[in-house]
Antibody, heavy 120, light 107 residues
Framework: QVQLQESGPGLVKPSETLSLTCTVSDGSIRSYYWSWIRQPPGKGLEWIGYIYYSGSTNYNPSLKSRVTVSVDTSKNQFSLKLSSVTAADTAVYYC??????????????WGQGALVTVSS | DIQMTQSPSSLSASVGGRVTITCRASQSISKYLTWYQQRPGKAPKPLIYAASSLQSGVPSRFSGSGSGTDFTLTISSLQPEDFATYYCQQSYSTPITFGQGTRLEIK
C-alpha cells in the first residue's frame, strides 16, 4: 500500500522559510491530489493546501501569502515551503494523499508527521 | 470558511459501551463529511467518508449519519483501541476544515 514520508529540518529560525518534502512510495504520485496538513502541539488539524500531480494548487487563504507547494513526478515527491515563519508555525506537519470522489476530498493515506519547531 | 463544531470536546466511557459524537457545520455541507481517528503520536486515520460510508478495513462498530449541517459518529461496543481523539472534516468547499476534536477516554 501507499506510504508517505516527510523529511526536512526539525528546527527553523523565526522569519526564515520552512521546507519539507514528502516522498511517496509503493504507489504513483500521478492521478491524485496531495495535501499538507499541520497540527500544533496539543491542538487540532489545519489544512494547508493541496497540489494535483499536474501542478495545479489550492491553498488555505489563511496561509496563502506564505505557502508554496510543488510536485516532482520524476521523484514521486511533493514539497512544502512556508515563508516568514513565527513560533505560531510550530507544529507537526503531515503529508497526505487526497482522494477526490464525487465532489468530496478525503485524506486516505498519511505520513507519520514531522515536528517542526520555530525558534532562534 | 465553513466552521465545524464538535461536541462534546471530551467524554469518558467504558469498554463495551456506546458513544455518540456530534459534528455541526456552520452551513450546509450536504454529505461531504469525513470522520478520522487519531491515536496519540500517530497520524489521523479515516473511518467514515461521505457522512455514512465505512472506510475499507474499519470495524463495523463504527457508523456515521447525517447530512446538511448535523452529523454523528457512533461507536458501539467500545474496544480498548478505540480510546483516541476523533475529528470531523468537511470538503464541501475549500478551505477544507476540521472540527476541534473529541477526546474519548476510558472511564
Amino acid at each position: 500500500q501507499v506510504q508517505l514520508q516527510e523529511s526536512g529540518p526539525g528546527l527553523v529560525k523565526p522569519s526564515e522559510t520552512l521546507s519539507l518534502t514528502c516522498t511517496v512510495s509503493d504507489g504513483s504520485i500521478r492521478s491524485y491530489y496531495w495535501s499538507w496538513i499541520r497540527q500544533p502541539p496539543g491542538k487540532g488539524l489545519e489544512w494547508i493546501g493541496y497540489i494535483y500531480y499536474s501542478g495545479s494548487t489550492n491553498y488555505n487563504p489563511s496561509l496563502k501569502s506564505r505557502v508554496t507547494v510543488s510536485v516532482d513526478t520524476s521523484k514521486n515527491q511533493f514539497s512544502l515551503k512556508l515563508s516568514s515563519v513565527t513560533a505560531a508555525d510550530t507544529a507537526v506537519y503531515y503529508c497526505a494523499r487526497t482522494l477526490y470522489n464525487s465532489g468530496a476530498y478525503q485524506f486516505d493515506y498519511w505520513g507519520q508527521g514531522a515536528l517542526v519547531t520555530v525558534s532562534s | 470558511d465553513i466552521q465545524m463544531t464538535q461536541s462534546p470536546s471530551s467524554l469518558s466511557a467504558s469498554v463495551g459501551g456506546r458513544v455518540t459524537i456530534t459534528c455541526r457545520a456552520s452551513q450546509s455541507i450536504s454529505k461531504y463529511l469525513t470522520w478520522y481517528q487519531q491515536r496519540p503520536g500517530k497520524a489521523p486515520k479515516p473511518l467514515i467518508y461521505a457522512a455514512s460510508s465505512l472506510q475499507s478495513g474499519v470495524p463495523s462498530r463504527f457508523s456515521g449519519s447525517g447530512s446538511g449541517t448535523d452529523f454523528t459518529l457512533t461507536i458501539s461496543s467500545l474496544q480498548p483501541e478505540d480510546f483516541a481523539t476523533y475529528y470531523c472534516q468537511q470538503s464541501y468547499s475549500t478551505p477544507i476544515t476540521f472540527g476541534q476534536g473529541t477526546r474519548l477516554e476510558i472511564k
